[in-house]
C-alpha cells in the first residue's frame, strides 16, 4: 500500500523509503554544518536543536508517563506537530535571517526535522494513535491484510460489501 489520494497510510517499505529521503537530507545539511563547524555560533545552534523538542516534545511526554491511561490531550499532539514542521521552522528560519543574517547555527533546524524522520521514524502525530509511539492493533490488522490480500481481491470484497450494504437500506 503506498500513499495517494485514496490510501492515506504506508506498508514498511514505502515508509522506509519515505525516511531514506530526509536521510540523504540530514546528510546534506550536516555535512554542511560539519564544514562550518569553525563559523558556528553555539549557544545558537543549541538553543534552536532544543527548543523544538522542549517546547514540541516534552511537555506531551511528561504528560503522557505521567498519565495513569496514557492519553493525553489533544494540545501536545498540536504543540508536537507544530513544532516539528519544516514550515513552521522554515518560517523561523527565514524570520531569524531577516533579523539576524544568515548563520551556520540555523542548519541545525533542518538537521533536528530531518533527524527525527531519518533515524528515528517521527512523522506528524495524529489524534487517533498514542503519543509515544505504540503499534495500533487497526494498523497492524490492516498490514496484515495488505500483506495477505491481493488488490483485486479486496477491491472485489469491497464492491461486494457495499453492494450488500445498499440492499439493506
Excluded at 522554515?90 to 547555527?105: Q, T
Amino acid at each position: 500500500m503506498t500513499v495517494d489520494g485514496h490510501n492515506l497510510c504506508q506498508t514498511p517499505t514505502t515508509y522506509r523509503l519515505l525516511r531514506l529521503e530526509y536521510l540523504l537530507g540530514l546528510l546534506v545539511a550536516t555535512g554542511f554544518f560539519l564544514a562550518h563547524l569553525d563559523e558556528v555560533r553555539w549557544w545558537v545552534a543549541v538553543a534552536l536543536f532544543a527548543y523544538v523538542d522542549v517546547i514540541g516534545y516534552l511537555p506531551g511526554a511528561i504528560a503522557y508517563h505521567r498519565s495513569p491511561d496514557r492519553r493525553v490531550s489533544r494540545v501536545y499532539y498540536v504543540l508536537y506537530n507544530t513544532m516539528h514542521s519544516l514550515g513552521v521552522q522554515g518560517a523561523v528560519l527565514g524570520a531569524w535571517i531577516l533579523v539576524s543574517g544568515w548563520e551556520w547555527a540555523l542548519l541545525v533546524l533542518p538537521i533536528h526535522l530531518f533527524g527525527d524522520r531519518a533515524l528515528f521514524g517521527n512523522f506528524a502525530k495524529s489524534f487517533t494513535v498514542s503519543f509515544e509511539p505504540m503499534p495500533h492493533p487497526s494498523v497492524q490488522t490492516a498490514l496484515r491484510d495488505f500483506a495477505t490480500v491481493p488488490w483485486h481481491e479486496a477491491h472485489e470484497a469491497h464492491k461486494a460489501h457495499e453492494k450488500h450494504e445498499a440492499a439493506t437500506r
